[in-house]
């Protein structure tokens, strides 16, 4: 709202009032309107604020949509491939299942062993034997099973921040005790093990669509959500040989031109590996046919914005597909 304010302010000094003004008409209402725990009240006055705020934008405020030149674009074939988990995601994932915490979830709504009457997160169940609210362990085991299914080495990354980090460490200590193997090849030869497809069902996927597109000589828009998985992704691509480019939030503005302009000039760089977020700010991989979104975000809103940085050349549909992925169209976009 701020920035509504800032920008229109600018484009017609004085048409919304003074800053002050602004944010006690229309900001703070819309915006108490909006919360979760918003009263009738407060909802009702959110809609008459901004009710009253697109009226006195309409006659300077003009949005279009991509509905006026459909008719120009090339048809875009939505694909959404279910891939099943290997053998060894399915192990690990059912040992973060049956792991304390993940009991302690699952039970929490059940009434409580003192006989209170009371539900176990609300009585004598509140915290784990770390002193971590259930509602603290909803979320991180979330996060925890995204990974698993998303690629199994994303467990032994470092996270984000200590307490995620502590609780990683504390579940691949039980989970990866039941793996030795794997951590120790994680150890010895971290390439080979973050490149193989047997250890994401979704690496194997990918891997027959690759493999198909570089036959059809398709440019291909690979998006994951994770920086850390688009780390495991760019290994893959080394270890097959894929002349790629990547593209994150930590990649310089002049070296986000230049890659986008080799990606779409160059027919031998035929992979872009972009960060979901980093695809919203002014992209225009006009070379691409193909856009892969490996892991959706929680928010469709971004994976959205991210497929909308590409513009599509028409191709036909193969005749054949890879064996296995009849249920796929890999000239169309793919998400898993």
């Not at 944010?23 to 979760?36: I, L, T, Y």
């Not at 059912?94 to 003192?114: A, F, H, M």
């Not at 090849?185 to 198909?212: C, I, R």
Request: aromatic fraction near 8%; proline fraction near 4%.
């Amino acid at each position: 709202m701020k920035e509504l304010w800032c920008v229109m302010d600018w484009a017609v000094p004085g048409l919304l009032g003074s800053r002050i003004h602004f944010k006690k008409q229309f900001s703070d209402p819309v915006e108490h309107g909006q919360r979760h725990t918003a009263t009738k009240r407060e909802l009702a006055t959110g809609r008459k604020a901004m009710q009253r705020l697109a009226k006195m934008m309409s006659g300077w405020f003009l949005r279009r949509t991509k509905t006026l030149i459909k008719d120009q674009l090339p048809k875009k074939e939505d694909r959404m491939v279910y891939c099943s988990l290997t053998d060894f995601q399915k192990a690990v994932y059912q040992t973060v299942l049956e792991t304390k915490d993940v009991t302690l979830i699952l039970q929490s709504s059940e009434p409580c062993s003192c006989s209170s009457g009371r539900k176990r997160r609300n009585c004598c169940y509140k915290t784990n034997s770390h002193g971590e609210t259930v509602k603290t362990l909803y979320f991180s085991y979330l996060a925890v099973l995204q990974k698993v299914a998303n690629h199994v080495a994303l467990l032994q990354s470092a996270s984000t921040s200590k307490q995620q980090e502590t609780l990683i460490k504390r579940i691949c200590d039980q989970v990866f005790s039941k793996f030795p193997d794997f951590v120790q090849k994680s150890k010895d030869a971290s390439f080979e093990t973050l490149s193989d497809p047997k250890y994401s069902g979704k690496m194997k996927v990918l891997q027959q669509l690759l493999n198909h597109c570089r036959k059809n000589k398709d440019k291909i828009l690979l998006f994951s959500f994770s920086t850390k998985l688009l780390d495991v992704l760019q290994q893959y691509c080394m270890a097959a040989g894929f002349d790629y480019r990547r593209l994150d939030g930590s990649t310089k503005s002049e070296e986000r031109i230049k890659i986008v302009k080799e990606f779409n000039s160059t027919q031998d760089v035929n992979i872009c590996l972009v960060s979901t977020m980093a695809g919203g700010v002014g992209l225009n991989f006009v070379g691409a046919n193909v856009v892969v979104l490996f892991d959706p975000t929680w928010n469709p809103a971004n994976d959205l914005q991210a497929i909308d940085s590409t513009t599509r050349r028409k191709q036909p549909i193969p005749s054949s597909l890879p064996p296995g992925l009849e249920r796929a169209v890999w000239n169309s976009f793919a998400t898993f």
